[in-house]
């Protein structure tokens, strides 16, 4: 892979899977059970306590997708593997990896798959 500086795609994958394990960290009590006290929480606000819930769930679910596309990225940094489409075996422009670093097919091939 050429015009890719592997260590600095290494550090910037790295610091965002630091922030986003922070995220996780911060957001857990959002994902907690939603304890309903109904002396205190007006019915109203318990159905905006599990929608807040909810959308909290949801935004962990797509920081674990990501972490799991980063942590299979710095794989593929360490096997020599990174910049490689995984269907074809042909380069991944480098612009495309600039814009994302966890993708691993080419355009034609992540077209392919729809």
Do not use: Y
């Not at 890719?4 to 907690?32: F, G, N």
């Amino acid at each position: 892979m050429t015009g890719i500086d592997l260590q600095a795609m290494a550090q910037r994958l790295r610091a965002e899977l630091a922030d986003l394990e922070a995220l996780r960290a911060a957001s857990a009590e959002a994902r907690d059970t939603v304890r309903l006290d109904q002396q205190s929480v007006g019915r109203l606000s318990r159905m905006d306590a599990l929608q807040s819930q909810a959308m909290a769930k949801a935004a962990e679910q797509r920081r674990r997708a990501r972490i799991w596309m980063i942590k299979a990225a710095l794989q593929r940094i360490d096997e020599g593997d990174f910049g490689i489409c995984e269907d074809c075996g042909e380069d991944i422009p480098a612009g495309r990896l600039d814009i994302d670093p966890v993708v691993a097919l080419c355009v034609p091939c992540a077209s392919a798959r729809g």
